[in-house]
């Protein structure tokens, strides 16, 4: 595909449930970044895969939140036993590895716990 | 990680130059300077990168100090659409510390 896509666009979930949200990057771009956003405010970075190197899990809030990724394809970002704190947009970027290269974003996953 | 200031907010009138700072005094040899903005309801968006010497865009312009420890993004001509959150990022050349960590950006508001 052309750019980073992002699934489901919307998503409302009832509190306890789990769920699961998808990103496909951009062919060979091997660095991928999960962010959350919620409404008025900034990019808070959750995680960052690079290669077939340990992710950067730093930002992840609790462990009601994981993400996995194959190798240099799609990235599931999975949060358990949703709680109403959780709403807001998730985004997704991939990129080159090196620094000097941009990030494309995708439009996000809009979560609304309910 | 390397940090960076910006000013909360700044105003434009459109058709004029708009110049919006960045403080990055702590920039290591090795990092990338990198702007993005993201516009109401959408994820950011690259505007431009630069490492020593200034950077031309069909988006922007990128100046930078001498002594790299300051940037300046300037958007020649605002329109209503340059409305945005404008967020400057430091990247390490060599993908070592990638993260790509937002800040909390310039709002930029574009009076017509």
Redesign the interface.
Known sequence: GAGVSQSPSNKVTEKGKDVELRCDPISGHT?L?W?RQRLGQ??E?LI?F?GNSAP?K??LPSDRFSAERTGESVSTLTIQRTQQEDSAVY?C?S?L????T???????TRLTVV | DAKTTQPNSMESNEEEPVHLPCNHSTISGTDYIHWYRQLPSQGPEYVIHGLTSNVNNRMASLAIAEDRKSSTLILHRATLRDAAVYYCILRDVSGATNKLIFGTGTLLAVQP
């Open positions: 660095a970044y962010y900034g990019l970075f960052y690079q950067d730093s930002g985004l970027a990129s590895h090196r620094g000097n941009e990030a494309f974003f995708g439009q996000g």
